[in-house]
C-alpha cells in the first residue's frame, strides 16, 4: 500500500465554491478507479480550523503502486495540471490503514506530518504508529485512520477521516472532505 498527496496553494482571496463545484462534478469520476483504497477529495478556507491558506489537497490511499502510477500518467491528472500547475507530489510507504465500511460519510480530515530524526529506532516507531492508529480508528468518529513514511525526506504522516471536525492539534491541518471515492 502507498498513501499520496499534492496540495495546491490558492491566493487568499481565491473562491473556494470553484473548487467545491470542481469536486461535486468531477469527484465521482475516480470511483472504481482500479488499485485505490480511497481517495478524499479535501479542500481548507484560510482561517477555518486554523488554516493560515486556502487549499485543494486530495489525498489517496492506493493498494498497488500500479494505481498510482496508472492516474498520474492518465488524461484526468494531466487536466488537473493544466487547471492548477504541476504538483509536487508527496507519497508515503504505508504502515497500517484501517477504513471503515462508512468512510464515504466523511466531512472531515485531519493530516499531521512529522519528521523522523535521523538513526531513530524505525521498527519501534512503526509499531507505535501503527498501534496509535488501531486506537484512532475505534473511535466512533473515525471512518478512516493512515499512518506512513517517506524515507526519501524522513518524514511521518497520519491521517484520518472524520464524521464531525476533530480537535485541532498541534500543527494538524484540518480540511473539509467533499467526496470519498472507492474502487
Known sequence: MMAMQYSFRLPAD???????????????????FPGLGFK??????????????NLYAPFYLWQQPQGASDFLTGPGFERLTQSFGWPH????IVWHADTASAVT???????????IEP??????????????????????E?????????????????????????????????YRVGHVCLP
Open 142 to 174: 473515525v471512518l478512516a485512520c493512515v499512518c506512513a513514511f517517506d524515507p526519501t525526506n524522513w518524514t511521518l504522516v497520519r491521517f484520518s477521516l472524520h464524521r464531525t471536525a476533530p480537535l485541532i492539534s498541534g500543527s494538524s491541518q484540518i
Open 89 to 92: 507530489v508527496k507519497t508515503w
Open 105 to 115: 460519510d466523511a466531512k472531515f480530515a485531519s493530516e499531521g506530518t512529522m519528521m
Open 14 to 32: 481565491y473562491d473556494m465554491s470553484i473548487i467545491d463545484r470542481r469536486i461535486r462534478d468531477k469527484g465521482p469520476m475516480l470511483d472504481g
Open 119 to 140: 538513526y531513530a529506532p524505525l521498527a519501534q516507531i512503526r509499531e507505535d504508529e501503527s498501534k496509535r492508529a488501531q486506537r484512532e480508528a475505534r473511535q466512533a
Open 40 to 53: 478524499a477529495y479535501l479542500s481548507a478556507r484560510k482561517g477555518e480550523f486554523g488554516s493560515s491558506e
